[in-house]
């Protein structure tokens, strides 16, 4: 089986990493701009274009680039400082592994920082795909992503992350959706965006595959 997993909020720990990587940028190019924190949680999604997009308008590609660019150039600054995984994260890698899954990735946050930020934590190892939105047309929640993992791997897929973005993508793809509810989104919004499984541990998530993902 393949098991895909989204990262932010699911893998990695990374509101805070996240949130204060959003105020600097905020702060220093848009200063005027007034933001929330539940403005700051919206964000946690979306890829970086779209986030700023909705903030500055379409139209002004060339300033969403820079705030992109900003936001990228901070966050690693402070990544050492914020970045954690989850409880058992590890040892939920090195089970699915040596059960003989594949493992894999798609995200809305750029590949080459999964890369990063994987390599920093020590969970790159484990993983044989990654697709971050720079590596498809469409993002989530489009399928494409899911296609190509379908492609490459000709197996069955489940889809892992603590988004509504997440469980909408699973369902686009006709695939199983696993919610964790360790992130950001509630339960609710989770069954309404389609996940077929609510998870609060990773144990959980063995069981599921040990049973069979079929709903």
Known sequence: MVVIFDVDGTLLDTFPHVRASYIHTLEKMLPNYKYTEEELKSFFGPTLPETFKSIVGDGNDKFVNALVDEYVSYSKTIAKEYLSVFPKTFETLEKLKSDGHILTVLSNKRTNVILEQFALVGILPYFDLIIGYNDVKHPKPDPEGIRLMQAKFQEECIFVGDTVY??????????????????????????????????????????????????
């Open 166 to 215: 997440d469980m909408e993508t699973a369902r686009n793809a006709g695939i199983t959706g696993v919610g964790v509810l360790w992130g950001l989104t509630s339960e609710e919004k989770l069954r309404l965006a389609g996940a077929d499984y609510i998870i609060n541990d990773y144990q959980e998530l063995f069981e599921i595959i040990k049973g069979g993902t079929n709903v």
